[in-house]
T-cell receptor
Framework: DAGVTQSPTHLIKTRGQHVTLRCSPI?????VSWYQQVLGQGPQFIFQ???????GRGNFPDRFSARQFPNYSSELNVNALLLGDSALYLC??????????????FGPGTRLTVL | KQEVTQIPAALSVPEGENLVLNCSFT??????LQWFRQDPGKGLTSLLL?????REQTSGRLNASLDKSSGRSTLYIAASQPGDSATYLC???????????FGKGTRLHILP
């Protein structure tokens, strides 16, 4: 069975540009969560989507947005990139909506570098 | 506000030794605690998940324990191997606001 997949694996952008990251959950999983992991830190929660609706949002600016499609895949968009947005962006899927109650399965991540 | 702390930040041990990684959390109202492994630049691989009603979980050479009252979890690795070298992260799932809070991880290096 395929695990969580993310694309692209690596991305280099310049300040002010925007970026779109993509995630496909494990088949049968309806929840997708996005995390930002800066070097040397643990992952920080950005968004959760469940059944195509936003279910939770972390402490990130409005430059960050996301959506979930009918097939439960998801996109994370970041506008007006800053140097500080350079990080590994992780996607996690789970069967249902409650993050606390459901085991999270993580994808390999997208490494974003902002120059 | 929940804080998850992992000490030490880095650890080097000779191959074959048993070792313990520590995770502490400030708010005992957790639903579960999960241990992950992360190789450099890669995603997270789930190792063990302990429900709040459980005391420990075992998988192969790994054993994780949970003591909610003291706000601690430990990950015990038996007979360490060079392939165990990675960063180990713990994450607490909160009842109150349905969030998952990660520690910063412990970088483990097993010396051949």
């Amino acid at each position: 069975d395929a695990g969580v997949t993310q694309s692209p694996t690596h991305l280099i952008k310049t300040r002010g540009q925007h970026v779109t990251l993509r995630c496909s959950p494990i088949s049968g999983h309806k929840s997708v969560s996005w995390y930002q992991q800066v070097l040397g830190q643990g992952p920080q929660f950005i968004f959760q989507y469940y059944e195509k609706e936003e279910r939770g949002r972390g402490n990130f600016p409005d430059r960050f947005s996301a959506r979930q499609f009918p097939n439960y895949s998801s996109e994370l968009n970041v506008n007006a990139l800053l140097l500080g947005d350079s990080a590994l962006y992780l996607c996690a899927s789970s069967r249902s909506g409650a993050l606390s109650y459901n085991e999270q399965f993580f994808g390999p991540g997208t490494r974003l570098t902002v120059l | 506000k929940q804080e998850v702390t992992q000490i030490p930040a880095a650890l080097s041990v000779p191959e074959g030794e048993n070792l313990v990684l520590n995770c502490s959390f400030t708010d005992s109202a957790i639903y579960n605690l999960q241990w992950f492994r992360q190789d450099p630049g890669k995603g997270l691989t789930s190792l063990l998940l302990i429900q709040s009603s459980q005391r420990e979980q075992t998988s192969g050479r790994l054993n994780a324990s949970l003591d909610k009252s003291s706000g601690r979890s430990t990950l015990y690795i038996a007979a360490s191997q060079p392939g165990d070298s990675a960063t180990y992260l713990c994450a607490a799932s909160m009842n109150r606001d349905d969030k998952i809070i990660f520690g910063k991880g412990t970088r483990l290096h097993i010396l051949p």
